[in-house]
C-alpha cells in the first residue's frame, strides 16, 4: 500500500524535502506517492484506506500556507487511528505551525507518528531575491530529511512511536502567531496588488493562471488578480516562461526557480543510491 505525501510548495523548496522523505521511506522498503496541492482535485483520497500519510508545506506567518490549512480543517473524521506525519519549510521561526495542524487532525482520530522542520537556505525569497546566489544547501539538512523518511517507515512497520523533529518555538510564539494570523490577509491582499504584468512578454499560455493554489488568477486578456484570495506564494511568478508578471517594488528581480539554482543540492535518487551502497 502507497503512502501519499501531500504538499504545497511555493519555491520548490518544499517539494524538494517531500522527495527525500519520500525516498528515505524507499529506503525502508515502502512506496510511496507524491501529490502536489494543485492535482488535489484530480483525486479521490480516502484516508480510511491508508496505513499513513504526510502532509507539508512552507511556513507562512508561523503557520502552515493558508490553503492547506484550509483543505486539512475538510478532510473528514476517520474510524480507525490513521497514521500521520507533518513536515514544513520555514525561515527559522516555524512558530506553532505543526502543533497547530497536529491538533486539527488529532481531533479527527489520526495518529501523529512525526514531524520535521527544515530551516532553508533561501530564507525569504521573495523580497531578497538574490540570496540564492550566496548561500547553499546544508548537506546535514538533506541527509536529516532522508534519514526522517527511513526512521518514519520503522515506526509505520512496528505500529507505535514519534520522531518528533520540530523546532523549538520562540517565546511567545503563540501569541506572536495569534497576531500573524489576524494581520495575515489584509498583507495578502495589500501586497498582492503591487504585482505588475508586461502585456508585450505575455504569450497567453495561462500558466498563471494553473499554477495559482487558491486559483485566484483569472486570465483573460490579462491575468485578473483577485486579491483576497492570493496569498503571495509567488508560483505565477516563478512559473511565467517569459517574467510577463514581476513585483513593482522589484522590477528587475531574478527569482530561483527551484531548489537545484542552489549550490549543495544532491538530487533525492542520488541519495538513496549512497545509501544503498553503505548498507
Known sequence: ??????????????????????????????????????????????????KAFGIGAPVYAMSLTPNIRDWVKKIPRVNRKIKFFLFDTNAGFPGPSIKNIRKILEQKNFEFIGAIEIVVPTRDSVFDTNLFKYVKWSRRNIERSFQFGIILGKIIRMGKGVLDWSLTPLPFSRVIGAYFKVLER?????????????SEKCIKCKTCEKECPTKAINFQERPIINHNRC??????????????????????????????????YISPDQLLEEYKKRV
Open 1 to 50: 500500500m502507497k503512502i501519499p505525501i501531500v504538499y504545497f510548495s511555493s519555491s520548490g523548496n518544499t517539494e524538494y524535502i517531500a522527495q527525500l522523505i519520500s525516498e528515505g521511506l524507499k529506503f525502508a522498503n515502502f512506496e510511496t506517492e507524491l501529490i502536489p496541492f494543485n492535482s488535489l482535485e484530480e483525486k479521490s483520497l480516502d484516508f480510511n484506506t491508508f
Open 186 to 198: 489584509p498583507f495578502y491582499n495589500i501586497f498582492s496588488r503591487l504585482f505588475g504584468f508586461n
Open 231 to 264: 496569498m503571495f506564494c509567488f508560483r505565477c511568478m516563478r512559473n511565467c516562461p517569459t517574467n510577463a508578471l514581476f513585483l513593482k517594488l522589484l522590477p528587475k528581480a531574478i527569482y530561483f526557480k527551484g531548489p537545484k539554482n542552489i549550490r549543495g
